[in-house]
């Protein structure tokens, strides 16, 4: 599936996500808030906090377990209980959801608006993903990555957008940590150049980017350089790649670029360069140099 049909996928994922959470739907986690009210007993009118124990306390009843349990499901459960005690039908009984727990969570990477976050308990990383206003354009849909604590999960947001992998929509938790990655390319450059071997770029990073990563070039790296992908090369001059030239390609994933060592040391030349320079000859010692 092409990036931007995914892309078009979640701006549906954020409409859905940006709708509000009906209390009935969501789960309740430890620090949210409740009010519980039974009609016809203003005394058993209370409003009450889930502890960390997973608990409320509630009059004649005492402690109620209630964490994970949809607001639907604790009303059933309060209801039950208390027939044990009074004379009262289901719809006597009212359970209303008053406060999310918090959490601050951080989202950083390709999203349109990196940063700290204040979720809901329960919200999942789609939630997150979708409140930073989804992923850019440079987004490596198959690299994101939660740090939590001294865990680390590489989760795919491609799979997640295509409904093919639900295991990766995590629940969020204090302090978590997500970062969606870049679309990148793996090139090499070798020969004449100050730190050689093979680099991660952005995708769209030219051959200038590459040789400015490496260190730049040695003293005695030659003008002409070899561009070699997918088992072709081509010649390229430095000297225009420098200056942002034609020959300052976009590098594209797998290639190697080498750069040749000159035929004479350029340092140990400078008086036939001056001397050629004399008598008209600088063009023909750069020919060999080159």
């Given at each position: 599936m092409k990036k931007s049909v995914l892309i078009l996928i979640f701006i549906f994922t954020i409409i859905g996500a940006a709708l509000p959470v009906e209390g009935a739907d969501y789960r309740l986690q430890v620090d949210d808030?409740?009010?519980?009210s039974i009609w016809g007993h203003n005394d058993l009118q209370r409003e009450v906090r889930v502890d960390p124990s997973g608990m409320i306390n509630f009059p004649l009843l005492g402690e109620v377990e209630v964490e994970g349990l949809k607001v639907s499901q604790v009303t059933d459960l309060i209801w039950e209980e208390l027939i044990n005690y009074i004379k009262i039908d289901r719809s006597y009984v009212n359970v209303t959801l008053k406060e999310y727990r918090r959490v601050r969570v951080r989202l950083l990477g390709e999203v349109a608006n990196?940063?700290?976050?204040?979720?809901?308990?329960?919200?999942?990383?789609?939630d997150l993903i979708s409140l930073a206003g989804g992923p850019t354009n440079r987004a490596n849909?198959?690299?994101l990555r939660l740090n939590r604590k001294e865990e680390s999960y590489n989760l795919n947001l491609k799979d997640l957008l295509e409904g093919n992998d639900?295991?990766?929509?995590?629940i969020l938790k204090a302090g978590d940590t997500?970062?969606?990655?870049?679309?990148?390319?793996e090139v090499n450059i070798l020969g004449e150049i100050r730190s050689s071997g093979s680099y991660d770029l952005k995708e769209g990073s030219s051959i200038k980017d590459l040789i400015a990563k490496a260190g730049g070039v040695?003293?005695?790296?030659?003008?002409?350089?070899?561009?070699t992908?997918?088992?072709?090369?081509?010649s390229l001059d430095l000297r225009d790649i420098l200056k942002g030239g034609d020959d300052n390609l976009n590098l594209e994933d797998g290639a190697t670029l080498y750069i040749n060592k000159s035929r004479f040391n350029p340092r140990r030349m400078s008086f036939w360069r001056n001397l050629f320079f004399f008598v008209g000859g600088i063009n023909e010692i750069n020919d060999l140099i080159n």
């Open positions: 808030r409740i009010y519980i990196p940063g700290s976050y204040e979720i809901r308990g329960g919200d999942r990383v789609l849909l198959e690299d639900n295991i990766d929509n995590m997500l970062y969606l990655g870049e679309n990148s390319i040695s003293s005695e790296a030659s003008n002409k350089i070899e561009y992908l997918n088992g072709e090369s081509r």
